[in-house]
């Protein structure tokens, strides 16, 4: 009866499927199969990016195989109770990487276009994960006043640094001043939009932004 109650209440937190291969799971495994954790495509010693306006980005995975399915899922399917799996991915990836080289942590967010049709803001819900995994808080610090079409919908740097350029505002320049600020999101492909986020943080004061994706875009 109490392990019934117990593994109900674990159900809450990790889901009893496995996150990317969707099969089912023991209720002791943090939502991920033993055969997912020895196959996810981690990206290993290529996990780290350089960018316009921030110095570095770190991803624990490529944008493919499994780990593509399971952020669309997470994306465009409502399965919001897979951030709890990504944050921890994330955690560890930041951990790793980038530890001592931050003071606050924020997310990429959505227009409130996007945020009315989604219901959720994906990126904000991976950076609290991520937070609280790493015994942290993520802080919201910018604005998505203008809605854009989705990256994914455009080919090219060009194009795409275009589509978001002037998209972004920082809420309360206070927050950000002489702040080194980690900014999460799910996917970087080009790095478009990570830059530009990093260049209104740092044109409002902010010393040097660092930013880590869920997954990486294969080269
Ligand atoms: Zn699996």
């Not at 990487?97 to 931050?102: H, K, M, S, T, V």
């Given at each position: 009866m109490a392990f019934g109650l117990l593994s109900d209440i674990a159900g809450l937190f990790f889901p009893l499927k496995c996150t990317f291969c969707q099969k089912g799971i023991k209720n002791?495994?943090?939502?991920?199969c033993p055969d997912c954790v020895k196959t996810l495509p981690y990206t290993g010693d290529k996990s780290k990016q350089k960018g316009d306006f921030y110095t570095l980005c770190v991803s624990p995975?490529?944008?493919?195989?499994k780990a593509r399915k399971a952020v669309m899922r997470f994306k465009f399917?409502?399965?919001?109770?897979y951030a709890r799996v990504f944050g921890a991915l994330l955690a560890e990836c930041i951990r790793q990487?980038?530890?001592?080289?931050?003071d606050l942590i924020s997310w990429i967010p959505l227009s409130g276009k996007k945020l009315k049709k989604r219901g959720y803001a994906q990126s904000a819900l991976l950076a609290m994960a991520a937070a609280l995994a790493l015994d942290d808080v993520a802080v919201d610090l910018l604005d998505k006043p203008k809605d854009t079409p989705a990256q994914s919908t455009l080919k090219g740097r060009s194009q795409r640094k275009a589509n978001v350029s002037g998209a972004y505002t920082v809420k309360e320049i206070g927050m950000v001043k002489g702040k080194r600020i980690l900014l999460i999101d799910d996917i970087i492909t080009t790095g478009a939009t990570l830059s530009e986020c990093a260049r209104v943080l740092l044109n409002a004061g902010a010393s040097e932004i660092v930013c880590a994706a869920l997954c990486r875009a294969r080269d």
């Open positions: 002791t495994e943090p939502g991920i995975l490529y944008y493919s195989d399917n409502g399965k919001t109770n990487n980038l530890a001592g080289r931050y």
